[in-house]
């Protein structure tokens, strides 16, 4: 009797270490084509199987995605239920960090796989799309939780932008991190910890923006158009669930009117990327040109950023796109991401100068300046339910001030 024990254990102990197996090749493969485009034959490859044991484990691709989507969530809220463990909300944010650095470092060292980013829930099908929805706004809910609850409506809008920030930043971390060698990426968390719980405002610095009044878009006729409605059909379905006839009938026009403007899906994502950046490129350069402090600078060009985001027609595309992209293109758009941060950052370093800003890694800061502006178009329905000037200075607050400061609720 205790030899067959054994081997049922020995056998259930093979299935399970097989199945973790096939879901990291999947989060990799998701990670890098979307979940859309993920196909068992690359899992398969991946792990080292053919295509019909995969098929043992999970009977379709979507059951697969999903199950990888599940283990992603799954293992956030072991993280945050660690994280809420410590008494203060500054040591919870602190922990949840410190639990996430634990895990990159796991797998620079090869000890750990990278699970699936979530960017591709709301492309998903339902049943399975409702579920893992609930899943994330669960996520979301013990993130903001890090806060503390019952403080009133204001507290609570406050911890959600609070929450969206850090979550958004959490994300971006593995994409910036690895420029850095292994033994730097303790100093790069502690850098980010701090801008956290400080913020980048020098002493005595006010939220007083002036928007900046952006220049028009495109000047072809109805490609500007095209371009935002793609836009905000992509940030909301993926890379792939936003199909060319979905944009099509959108604008109420026909399939041929979107080759009239672009030659293929990947030119349209590349032109929406463009057109993001040339967005952020001018408030940037607006900013300067109109001169003041270095903090007022970057005061005036990250409101006039959140409103773009924050309208009901205009956004700028998030990153989660990146992933159905070409090699080559994807590369091509990091690397406009990348000089843009630099810009950011440059700003900062002026700013520390000056002394309007306060002294902080300015590396580190730009790029979380870029996730922070990148995840504001998913806070569009939390800033629709206050006054828009309530609204930017709730949600620029979580970076110029840090996640800890609490005189915005009063101003």
């Avoid at 945050?80 to 909300?89: F, G, I, N, V, W």
């Avoid at 843009?340 to 000056?354: K, L, P, Q, V």
């Avoid at 930017?392 to 996640?403: D, E, P, R, V």
């Amino acid at each position: 009797m205790g030899d067959l024990r054994d081997e049922a254990d020995t056998g259930t102990r093979r299935f399970r270490e097989k199945r973790e197996a096939i879901l990291a090749a999947a989060a990799e493969a998701i990670n890098e084509q979307s979940a859309k485009g993920m196909t068992f034959a690359d899992v398969a490859r991946r792990v080292g199987l053919n295509t019909t044991s995969v098929t043992y484990y999970f009977k379709r691709k979507e059951d697969l995605a999903a199950a990888a989507f599940e283990h992603t969530l799954d293992y956030l809220m072991v993280m945050l239920d660690a994280a809420m463990e410590a008494s203060t909300p500054a040591e919870r944010v602190e922990r949840f960090l410190a639990i996430n650095l634990a895990r990159l470092e796991r797998i620079a060292d090869g000890e750990e796989r990278p699970f699936a980013v979530l960017s591709d829930l709301r492309a998903m099908d339902e049943p399975v799309r409702a579920g893992l929805m609930a899943g994330w706004r669960e996520v979301f809910r013990r993130t903001r939780a890090l806060w503390g609850e019952g403080k009133g409506r204001a507290a609570t809008d406050l911890a959600g932008a609070r929450a969206h920030v850090l979550l958004e930043n959490m994300f971006w971390l593995p994409v910036w991190l690895p420029r850095y060698e292994r033994d730097q990426y303790p100093r790069a968390i502690a850098r980010l910890t701090d801008i956290f719980r400080h913020g980048i405002a020098g002493p005595g610095a006010a939220w007083s923006p002036q928007p900046i009044d952006l220049p028009p878009g495109d000047a072809v006729p109805g490609r500007e158009a095209f371009l935002l409605a793609a836009t905000r059909l992509i940030n909301e379905l993926g890379y792939r669930g936003a199909s060319v006839q979905r944009i099509a009938s959108e604008l109420n026009v026909t399939k041929g009117s979107f080759y009239h403007h672009l030659d293929a899906k990947d030119d349209l994502v590349a032109a929406c990327y463009r057109r993001s950046f040339d967005t952020i490129a001018a408030a940037q350069r607006l900013a300067d040109e109109r001169g003041g402090t270095q903090w007022q600078r970057l005061c005036d060009t990250v409101a006039t950023l959140i409103g773009v985001q924050f309208s009901q027609h205009g956004s700028l595309l998030r990153t989660t796109a990146l992933s159905g992209l070409p090699h080559g293109v994807r590369q091509s758009m990091v690397d406009r991401s990348n000089r843009i941060a630099r810009r950011f950052a440059g700003t900062m370093s002026d700013g520390i100068g000056e002394g309007t800003i306060r002294p902080v890694d300015t590396l580190v800061a730009s790029q979380a300046m870029m996730a922070f502006l990148n995840a504001a178009f998913d806070m569009r329905k939390w800033a629709w339910s206050m006054p828009p000037e309530r609204a930017s200075a709730l949600y620029a607050s979580t970076l110029m001030f840090g996640l800890f400061d609490d005189r915005v609720i009063d101003g």
